[in-house]
C-alpha cells in the first residue's frame, strides 16, 4: 500500500515530507521520491529501497529547497519496483508533478489513446497516464484539468498534484482510497493516513469520494466533481500514533480484515471488462489454456487452503484435473509433472523458502509455472513464468486475511477463464458469475458489521482446549483455514476434518460442551454435513454452524447459527471465512495474546 505526503507553508518542503513518509513506513513500500517547489522550477528525487536511500540522497532533504511539495512511498502494482516506477510522475515538460494510491483500472485504454496522441510514457505505471492526462485537459486551470480527468480514470486513486504555474499551491483529489487534509500552523498538508501528519497538525479534514482540493500556505478549499465550491468540518485526531498507524483499528490483524472488501475489489475489477475475464498478464490465448491438461497448486498454509478451494472450482466448473500440494511435500516427492502440466504457485510474500523450492522444481522439469503473488518484485514473482498478482497490498499481522481473500478471487478468475477456454461454461454463465464476484465486496462488508455478536460468541470460548472444525467440499477447504487462524492467534489446539471422515476415528475427541464450528455453504451437500452435525451434537458438543441464507434447517440441529449471504456456491469461502477470522481474531484478543506477533511465528518464511 502505497504513501502519500503534500505540505505548502513557510517551511522547507523536503524535510517535512521524509518525515511523514518515515511515519508511514508501517503500510510497506519498495521505493520513494518526492518532488520540491521553489517557486520557480519542480525537482524530483526517487530511490529504490527504504527511505533511508533517499534520505542520504536528498542529505535530508537539504539539497531540495523550496516551500512545497509533494512527496510518495510505493508499493508496486504495474511495473516492477524500480526507479524509473517510482512517484512522482510528470508530464514531458516537468510542469504537472503527481503522486498516486490506487490503481487506474483502465490505464492501458488511455495509455494508447494518449500514445496516440504523441506522448511519450517513460515508466510502467498506471500513474503515470494521470500526469499526461492532466497535461492533455490542462489549461491554466488545475481544479477544471482534475476533474475532465476524473471523469476519464476509472478506478481508485488518491492523487496529490504540483503544477508549476501556481506556486505555493497544491492539489488533491480522492476517490476509493484515502486522503487527509492537515491544516497546519505554518502550512497545510495532504497525507494518505493520519499518522503522517500528527508532528504538525491535530486538526484535519477527511476529504470524500471525488472530492478536490486546493491547499496553500493559508487556505484550504474543497470543491466536488462539477467543480463547485463545497464546505467540510474539521476534525480533531484524539489518537495517538501508533493507533493512527493501524487507522484507529486496535490491531493490524483487524485493519486488514476490514480491508477485504478493497482488497477482493482491486484484485477483481481490473480483470473484468464487457461482462468478461481479461488476465492480460498470463499472455495466454484460448489455445493455449486448452492446450492444458492438469493444473498443480503448490503453496504451504493458508495459501495452501485457497488452492484446495480452487481445486473444487476449477475441477467442476472447468472440468480440468486439479492437484492441491503443499509446498513442502512437494518439492521432495519427485513430483510427475508432464508437459501439458500447469504448475500454480501462491504465495503473499513470494519468499516462503518451501514455495520458491517448489517453483523451481517444476521449472526444472520444465514446466509452466505461474505465480499467484502479492509482493511485487519478489523471488516468486521474479521467477515464475507468468505471474498474476493479488493487490492486497501490504499484509502486517502474521495471520493472512486480505491476501487470502485476494488469492481465493484471482483463482475464481482464472477458472473462470480456463472454463470459458475449453467451452464448459458459456457468455451466459461468466456473466452471471461476474455478478455474483462483483457483489462480494459489499456482502463482506456486511458481514464485517456483524463482529459484534461475534465478540460476544467468541469471549465464550476463551478457555476452549479444543476446537474442531468440519465441512464437505469447499466447506472441507474453508474449515482447513478456519482452524489455522484460530489455532496460530489464540494458541487453542484446533483441527479441520473432512465432516465425513469425522466417524474413522475424531469423533472419539468430542465431549460435553466441545465446540464444534461446522461450515455448510454447499447445497448439495447440506444433507450430508447436517447427519455429521447430528453425529456430534448427540456426542455433546456445541455447534457454531456457518451457512447459507434461507437454510433454515441447520437451526434445527446446531446451537448458533451465522448465515452469509447469497452468492455462487463456488464463491462461498470467500464470504464464510469473515466470521470464522472474526471468531479467531476475538477469541484471540479475549485471551489477551498478542494477535498480530502470534509466538512462534514470521509473516514471511524464508526457512524450512
Ligand atoms: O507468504 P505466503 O503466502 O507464501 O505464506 C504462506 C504461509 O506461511 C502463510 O499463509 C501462513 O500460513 C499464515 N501465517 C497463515 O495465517
Not at 250 to 276: G, S
Not at 529 to 554: K, M, P
Not at 559 to 588: G, K
Request: net charge negative.
Amino acid at each position: 500500500m502505497c504513501g502519500i505526503v503534500g505540505y505548502t507553508g513557510t517551511g522547507q518542503a523536503a524535510p517535512i515530507l521524509l518525515d511523514g513518509l518515515a511515519k508511514l513506513e508501517y503500510r510497506g513500500y519498495d521505493s520513494a521520491g518526492l518532488a520540491v517547489f521553489d517557486g520557480k522550477k519542480i525537482t524530483m528525487q526517487k530511490a529504490v529501497g527504504r527511505l533511508k536511500v533517499l534520505s542520504e540522497q536528498t542529505h535530508d532533504g537539504e539539497m531540495m529547497p523550496g516551500t512545497s511539495g509533494i512527496a510518495h512511498t510505493r508499493w508496486a502494482t504495474h511495473g516492477a519496483p524500480s526507479r524509473i516506477n517510482a512517484h512522482p510522475h510528470s508530464n514531458v515538460e516537468r510542469s504537472i508533478s503527481v503522486v498516486h494510491n490506487g490503481i487506474i483500472e483502465n490505464y492501458l485504454k488511455l495509455r494508447n489513446y494518449l500514445a496516440a496522441k504523441g506522448y511519450v510514457f517513460e515508466s510502467e505505471t498506471d500513474t503515470e497516464v494521470v500526469a499526461h492526462l492532466l497535461d492533455y485537459y490542462y489549461n491554466g486551470d488545475p481544479i477544471e484539468a482534475m476533474t475532465k480527468v476524473m471523469h476519464r480514470v476509472e478506478g481508485s486513486y488518491a492523487l496529490g498534484i504540483l503544477f508549476l504555474d501556481h506556486p505555493g499551491e497544491i492539489y488533491a483529489v480522492r476517490k476509493d482510497s484515502p486522503l487527509i487534509v492537515g491544516k497546519g500552523k505554518d502550512g497545510n498538508l495532504i497525507a494518505s493516513d493520519v499518522p503522517a501528519v500528527l508532528k504538525y497538525t491535530r486538526q484535519v479534514y477527511f476529504i470524500q469520494n471525488e472530492e478536490l482540493t486546493r491547499l496553500t500556505e493559508k487556505d484550504i478549499c474543497f470543491y466536488n466533481v462539477e467543480g463547485e465550491t463545497i464546505n467540510k468540518e474539521l476534525s480533531t485526531i484524539e489518537w495517538d500514533v501508533d493507533a493512527a498507524e493501524k487507522g484507529g483499528y486496535e490491531h493490524f490483524m483487524l485493519k486488514e480484515m476490514h480491508e477485504q472488501p478493497k482488497t477482493v475489489r482491486d484484485t477483481l475489477m481490473p480483470r473484468i471488462r464487457d461482462n468478461d475475464v481479461y488476465i492480460e498478464e498470463l499472455g495466454m490465448s484460448d489455445d493455449e489454456i486448452r492446450a492444458i491438461h492438469r493444473i498443480h497448486i503448490v503453496a504451504c498454509g493458508s495459501a495452501s487452503h485457497t488452492g484446495m478451494t480452487a481445486k473444487y472450482v476449477f475441477e467442476e466448473m472447468a472440468r480440468i484435473p486439479v492437484v492441491a500440494d503443499l509446498a513442502s511435500e512437494f518439492r521432495y516427492r519427485d513430483p510427475i509433472l508432464e508437459k501439458n502440466d500447469l504448475v500454480i504457485i501462491i504465495s503473499q510474500s513470494g519468499e516462503t523458502a518451501d514455495s520458491l523450492a517448489a517453483l523451481r522444481e517444476a521449472k526444472k522439469k520444465g514446466v509452466m509455472t505461474l505465480g499467484i503473488v502479492n509482493v511485487v518484485g519478489s523471488s516468486i514473482a521474479r521467477e515464475a513464468d507468468k505471474i498474476m498478482y493479488t493487490w492486497a497490498g501490504p499484509e502486517i499481522a502474521v495471520a493472512t486475511t486480505k491476501a487470502y481473500s485476494a488469492q481465493l478471487i484471482a483463482q475464481y478468475l482464472l477458472a473462470i477463464k480456463f472454463a470459458e477456454a475449453r467451452n464448459i461454461i458459456g457468455k451466459e454463465e461468466v456473466a452471471e458469475l461476474l455478478k455474483d464476484l462483483k457483489k462480494l465486496p459489499d456482502q463482506i462488508e456486511l458481514l464485517l458489521h456483524n463482529k459484534g455478536n461475534i465478540q460476544r460468541f467468541a469471549n465464550r470460548y476463551i478457555a476452549a482446549k479444543d476446537v474442531f472444525f468440519i465441512g464437505r467440499g469447499i466447506d472441507y477447504a474453508i474449515s482447513l483455514e478456519g482452524s489455522l487462524k484460530l489455532k496460530e492467534i489464540s494458541y487453542i489446539h484446533s483441527e479441520a476434518y473432512a465432516a465425513g471422515e469425522l466417524k474413522h476415528g475424531t469423533i472419539s475427541l468430542i465431549e460435553d460442551g466441545t465446540l464444534v464450528a461446522a461450515v455448510i455453504t454447499q447445497e448439495k451437500l447440506y444433507k450430508k454435513t447436517i447427519s455429521n452435525v447430528v453425529e456430534v451434537s448427540s456426542r455433546g458438543a456445541f455447534v457454531l454452524a456457518v451457512t447459507n441464507e434461507g437454510n433454515t434447517e441447520v437451526e434445527k440441529v446446531a446451537d448458533y447459527v451465522i448465515y452469509i449471504p447469497e452468492t455462487s456456491h463456488y464463491f462461498t469461502n470467500s464470504l464464510a471465512i469473515i466470521p470464522l477470522q472474526l471468531f479467531s481474531y476475538y477469541v484471540s484478543v479475549g485471551k489477551g495474546c498478542d494477535v498480530d506477533k502470534p509466538r512462534n511465528l514470521a509473516k514471511s518464511v524464508t526457512v524450512e
